[in-house]
């Protein structure tokens, strides 16, 4: 038990550290929010991207891909989205909160808090499932988030927007390369794989920096109801029951924890980023992102002391 305890904590304390260091440099003033835009913008355009390509490159494509657990997690993220449509059109009667709500409950933060959770479990080198999990359920996030606030605010969709927004992704392009490296049996020089490593060593620890740097608690009055909805429903509920699922169909070892760090992140910070650009409840969306990533610390752990307890992984 106390070996258990001391794995999940190793695997959310880093998380949480990093984040306070986040949140005591926005208190120090050592960057505007100007500052904290531009940093997170470079490590989603140049860091996140290394360290997808990093966590593909050299792997045995063959042995990574699990058509099993591929079709689990899109079956996850639609079920997850359909639910929580039907359920916030019940409880929220403003288009624009609906859409903000929709994205709050089933498009987590996979790469910034879950990437991390596998990586504090299996090592930095033992990524390659989790990073194919990525450049699949990314594509996914984005492809529902315009659609839903598109729809919310009454907008036209337009299809090459959606399509041309996935092939762009810097996470896709990462992961792209290196599946290519593979396929392609590309050796890069000494030199250059040692700058891949270095960059992407600095993608996850960056990240959770800005991530608390970012905090900005404002009031909460008017979305306080919403919120509550939103939090549960992506902390609880949504790892509550797949997670279940997930562990009674069989799965284990790094494909479960993959699921976990899929299914258990926070809310996505690119979803109050959307909902601003979109017209949705801005407001909304950014207090789910931080109150979610806050709460997330403690959620993560308990269903990682859970189900490594359970034998899952």
Known sequence: M?????????AVLPMFILMVIGICVRRGKLLTDGEVK?????????????????????????????????????????????????????????????????????????????????????????????AMMVAIIVPLYNVLAVITLETFRKGKLNIWHIVKGVITNPLILGAAAGILAVVLHIK????????????????????????????????LGRVRRDLIICVTGRLVAVPGVCLTIAALMGFRGIAFVTLV???????????????QDMGSDGELAGNCVIFSSALACFTMFFWLFLFKSLGMF
């Not at 470079?42 to 593909?56: A, G, Q, R, S």
């Not at 960056?206 to 905090?215: E, N, T």
């Open 38 to 130: 531009k940093l997170n913008h470079m490590v989603f355009v140049v860091f996140f991207p290394t360290m997808m390509f990093e966590n593909l490159y050299g792997a045995d494509i063959a042995s990574v891909i699990s058509f099993k657990l591929i079709l689990f997690g899109i079956a996850c993220v639609m079920g997850i989205y359909f639910v929580s449509m039907f359920i916030v059109l019940k409880v929220e009667k403003s288009p624009a909160s609906r859409g903000a709500m929709i994205q709050a409950i089933y498009r987590s933060n996979f790469v910034i808090m879950g990437l991390p959770v596998a990586m504090n479990i299996y090592g930095k080198g033992n990524l390659a499932v989790t």
């Open 261 to 275: 760090a899929m299914l258990a992140a926070p809310t996505a910070v690119s979803s109050f980023t959307m909902a």
């Open 2 to 10: 106390l070996s258990n305890f001391i794995v999940c904590l190793g």
């Open 188 to 219: 890069l020089p000494g030199i250059i794989e040692s700058v891949i490593s270095d960059m992407s060593g600095v993608a996850t620890p960056m990240a959770l920096i800005i991530l608390g740097a970012s905090f900005n608690f404002k009031s």
